[in-house]
């Protein structure tokens, strides 16, 4: 057990249910008894007594919500009552989802993660910020470099759901900034942690050298010419977008894979 020996209150630790596999026909199962197994298979292997938050993973991927207002959100909530976890939340990229999920539920959602909605091709989370703050919500907004849009916009990952437009206009900003000296990734960074109303900003490191660039831009933020860059690259280059998001893309990949299983 990994955390066996550590203090308790030292950390804060959670983790997520309904994502499970990366095969297809594995990939996603948000019934009740497989979230209960998954909170105490986790509990098991990290030995932590308990759960700070657990979140109900990429939502919008189950085949109706119905399964989640009835099975997976009231299995969470019996987890609560048995001392396994403090928090209930939820994640998923589009946040029409999120927000009818909420409407829904009986059970007290506590938190809700959005990722790559408050980045500079795309604020949309921001919309939904305060209607989730008036319902006592935290809101965790993730992946403020855009899932590596903006870390290396020339060699991203095939997975990548990013249409090419958003692609294209990542790839142009980066020659931008190299032709200025500026690290585009750096400015995406502060461009994130700079947009009011998110109760957190999570953003994924490999390395501990990233992260220390990452607090570097929390703590002392840009200078002068960086700033200006990034005001010119918002304008030149992510204001003109028309298509901002990739809602659907991936969902539609995915069913046609499950239809084909």
């Known amino acids: 057990m990994v955390l066996s020996s550590v ?23 948000f019934s009740a008894e497989k979230t209960i197994w998954s909170v105490d298979e986790s509990l098991r292997k990290i030995g932590c007594g308990y759960f700070d938050i657990i979140q109900v993973h990429d939502i919008e991927f189950a085949e109706s919500l119905d399964v989640i207002v009835h099975e997976t959100l009231p299995a969470l909530q019996k987890v609560k009552k048995a001392g396994k976890a403090r928090y209930i939340g939820i994640t998923g990229y589009q946040l029409d989802v999120l927000e009818t999920l909420i409407e829904r539920s009986k059970v007290k959602i506590d938190t809700v993660l959005s990722y790559c909605r408050c980045c500079l091709h795309d604020t949309s989370l921001l919309d939904v910020v305060p209607r989730l703050k008036a319902r006592g919500i935290g809101v965790i907004d993730a992946a403020g470099v855009g899932m590596g849009l903006y870390a290396y916009p020339e060699a991203l990952p095939t997975w990548h759901p990013a249409p090419s437009s958003i692609r294209d206009a990542c790839k142009r900003a980066d020659v931008f900034c190299r032709e200025n000296g500026v ?79």
Request: net charge positive; glycine share 6%; with cysteine.
């Open 7 to 29: 203090p308790r209150t030292s950390y804060y630790v959670g983790t997520k249910v309904g994502r499970y596999q990366p095969e297809t026909k594995n990939m996603f199962d």
């Open 183 to 261: 690290n585009l990734s750096k400015l995406a960074v502060y461009f994130n942690l700079n947009q009011e109303g998110a109760d957190t900003h999570l953003i994924g490191c490999s390395e501990a050298q990233v992260m220390q660039e990452n607090l570097n831009v929390c703590i002392n933020g840009l200078n002068s010419k960086e700033k200006k860059v990034l005001d010119d690259i918002t304008k030149i280059y992510f204001k003109p977008l028309v298509m901002r998001n990739w809602e659907g893309i991936e969902l539609k990949k995915y069913w046609r894979k499950m239809n084909q299983v």
